[in-house]
Every structure is written in C-alpha cells, then in structure tokens.
C-alpha cells in the first residue's frame, strides 16, 4: 500500500481507538499525512506512538465533534500541516441504548449531536478546502443500525439513518466539484469501545456476543465479528483512485446481517 496515498491530507475525526486508528494506520501505511480528531488527549498520545513508523505522519487535535469553532480550529491545524484537505472519514460516534420513553431530552441531544451534527460539521469545513484541491472525498461511518430498524436504541438508529441520507444528498450535490460521498455502514465491531461498552451492559457477556454473532449469517459461519481492519479496508477501497466512479454509495460492512432475516 506504500505511496498509494502519497501527497494526500486526510483527516479522521473519533481517530484515536478503534475504527478510527485502523483508517489512520491504513492511510499512514499508504503515505498520507493525517490528523486525528479526538476529545481525549490520552488516546491520541497512543494513537500517535503506533502510527509514528509508517510512511506518511500523523498528527493529533484535541477537540469536540459537535462544537462548531473547534472544527474550525482543526480543519486549520490540518490545513497548515499537510497544505489542503482531500480525505475526511467522519467516525466520531457513540451509542446510545434506550427506548424513546426511557431516554431524556440531553441524551437525545447528545446522540444526534455526536454522530449527525459532527459529520455535518466536519463536512462542512472539509467541502471548501477540496473544492480548492479540485477534488476530494467523504466517507460517513454509519451503522447497519440506520438500515434496518431496532428496539433498542432508537436514538442511535435515528441518528446513522440519517448519516446515510445525508451522505446521499452530499454525494448529488458535489458531484459536479469532483467530491465523492459515500458511507460504510459496519455490524457489531469487536475491539472498538462502544462494543466493550454494549456487551458490558449484560449480566453474562459472552453470551451477548454469541447473541450478535448469530444474527449475522457470515459472522456465524465465521465463528467471530468483525475487526476494525476489515471496516478500514472499505473505507480505503471508497477513498482510492479505484472507487472514482462511485459516489452516494451505502457499504454494509455487517455479515449479511441487513441483507434481511433468516425466514
């Protein structure tokens, strides 16, 4: 992958831990110099030490997705460092479990907020800079969760619903300026927070992954879910030279699972 993204400046929000450090490490490998975007300085300390021997750089900003001035403030920092911006993987995201009777008005807020709002947000500082590059991408991390309806978290679902509607309408609207938009939408990630976090939450957690792995056909005939590598590799494949002619494009990175039910 050496060079693959050679002179390319990517920024990745939510970038310190999971699916956002397995992009970074792929882009890095691929010679691109990236930011990571992340509200805690610890995890970007980290981050920054496994990327620090790839072929391109890496940098960390401190800031919060859904605060309007601190994107700014790290789309400038990333603009300064690497002279443009032609990459943005919107990955900043949390869970939020709860029916509507069980959730109150700040928890609803912050879901919308961190998962919707920041991709708005991100994109909205990332368009102008690629349309001066001529150019550029955005892929939305989304959820297999915005396409097929779940109890218990309507929230979150609402939420990655509609990320996928916005990347579609982002996709028609650049089109013209040469900006692709599309989405990757995973299952249940392993090694990831928000999945230690959701199987925590039961009373035996092994039993709530073979739970999840039964109910996507591919991880059951696996015998495991998926790794944050495997949703990179779709997110690399969307921003490469391969993938020019595809644009507002919905990637299910989830076994099987929202291909529909079992019968």
Known sequence: MFSR??????????????????????????????????????????????LKDGP???AFFRGDVRKARQMTAAFAQAESLYAGIDILVNNAGLNM??????????????????????????SREAIPRMKRRGGGVIVNISSNAGLVARPQDPAYSASKAGLVMLTRSMALAHAAERIRVNAVCPGPVS???????????????QAAVAG???AAPM?????????????????????????????GAILAVDGGKSAGGAG
């Open 97 to 122: 479990v709860g029916h509507v009777d069980e959730l109150n008005e700040a928890q609803w807020d912050l879901a919308l907020d961190t998962n919707l709002k920041g991709a708005f947000l991100a």
């Open 191 to 205: 090694r990831t927070t928000i999945f230690e976090e959701y199987v925590q939450r039961y009373s035996d957690p």
């Open 56 to 58: 391109g750089q890496a």
């Open 212 to 214: 999840l792995m039964a």
């Open 5 to 50: 993204f050679s002179g390319k400046a990517v920024v990745i929000t939510g970038g310190a831990t999971g699916i956002g450090l397995a992009c970074a490490r792929a882009f890095v490998e691929g010679g691109a110099g990236v930011l990571i975007i992340g509200n805690q300085a610890a995890p970007g300390r980290l981050a920054l030490e496994t």
């Open 219 to 247: 991880a059951k005939a696996l015998g495991r879910l998926i790794v944050p590598d495997e949703v990179a590799a779709a997110v690399v494949y969307l921003c490469s030279d391969e993938a020019q002619m595809v644009t």
